[in-house]
């Protein structure tokens, strides 16, 4: 069984950042993709970004891109997700997932464990 547990989340106001962390536990997936997704209040839940174990390529949303950041650390089953410049838009549930391989795909069937997800929310 896999175990994904966000944090980092919070109350920030527009222009400030946040980090998000996404540390997995159980069974070792580190060779597996992790993203993030989103979803804000009463939309569907979408695509931010994604990053690779191997070679640590990373794919990111057109709404996010230049602004967020992906990054891991495999040796501590973590995903990171670096906010900067942060907007109201961007106020939604983050969720953190690992994929269902080593391919970091952007939709949510390419994923196989998902977080509980953590709490967003950018004034203006």
């Known amino acids: 069984q896999v175990q994904l547990k966000e944090s980092g989340g919070g109350l920030v106001q527009a222009g400030g950042s946040l980090r998000l962390s996404c540390t997995a536990s159980?069974?070792?997936?580190?060779?597996?993709?992790m993203a993030w997704f989103r979803q804000p209040p009463d939309q569907e839940r979408e695509f931010v970004a994604t990053?690779?174990?191997?070679?640590?390529?990373?794919s990111v949303a057109d709404s996010v891109k230049g602004r967020f950041y992906i990054s891991r650390d495999n040796g501590k089953n973590t995903v990171y997700l670096q906010m900067n410049d942060l907007r109201p838009e961007d106020t939604a549930v983050y969720y953190c997932a690992v994929g269902r391989s080593e391919i970091f795909g952007i939709v949510q069937d390419d994923y196989e464990y998902w977080g509980q997800g953590t709490q967003v929310t950018v004034s203006s």
């Open positions: 159980g069974r070792s997936l580190s060779s597996n993709a």
């Open positions: 990053t690779s174990w191997i070679g640590g390529m990373t």
